[in-house]
């Protein structure tokens, strides 16, 4: 079972819900991947040990991953994070035998897969950057991974300014 039936008011606390809604950025660092990776879906997930929540998204293909969606965490492409926490690359899904057959593949057409692993300033990880499309993509320019890791950083310590705004 991919989706969760969980109220999605509980799945992100008030203090997420209120830096989510404060950052505006979010929907541009989202454009700008698109732009960069020339995939047509970008995202941004928290990860809970069990769950992956979808905290923003930009989907003009219509991909059908919306904001407070829940996926079991171990059928994402970005639950490699939690093993290695390094810049993702795949260029051909359909042919990349460790993740091929992930269920979440087939059932959001996904051929190609860019993400980073997003970090708090204390070193938690929070979640996942990630770039998606039903079309294969080469992913050619060698600044690439060091510039989606420098746009998770962005989107970590804007979250953590946020939610730590709203703690006091």
Not at 102 to 118: F, L
Request: overall charge negative; aromatic content about 8%; proline content about 5%.
């Amino acid at each position: 079972m991919l989706a969760s039936v969980t109220a999605p008011q509980s799945l992100l606390s008030a203090q997420e819900r209120a830096a989510i809604a404060e950052i505006e950025a979010t929907t541009s660092i989202l454009q700008l991947v698109t732009r960069l990776t020339n995939m047509r879906f970008a995202g941004i997930a928290k990860f809970t040990d069990q769950e992956w929540i979808v905290c923003s998204a930009y989907d003009p293909m219509e991909m059908g991953i919306d904001v407070d969606d829940v996926l079991d965490l171990e059928t994402t492409l970005c639950s490699e994070f939690c093993v290695n926490p390094q810049t993702l690359f795949i260029p051909q899904v359909s042919a990349d035998g460790r993740f091929a057959a992930r269920p979440v593949v087939k059932q959001y057409a996904i051929e190609s897969y860019a993400g980073a692993p997003i970090f708090l300033p204390d070193g938690r990880l929070f979640g996942a950057l990630c770039a998606l499309d039903s079309r294969a993509m080469l992913f050619d320019d060698p600044n690439l991974p060091e510039t989606l890791s420098l746009f998770a950083r962005l989107i970590g310590c804007i979250f953590f300014a946020n939610l730590t705004a709203t703690d006091h």
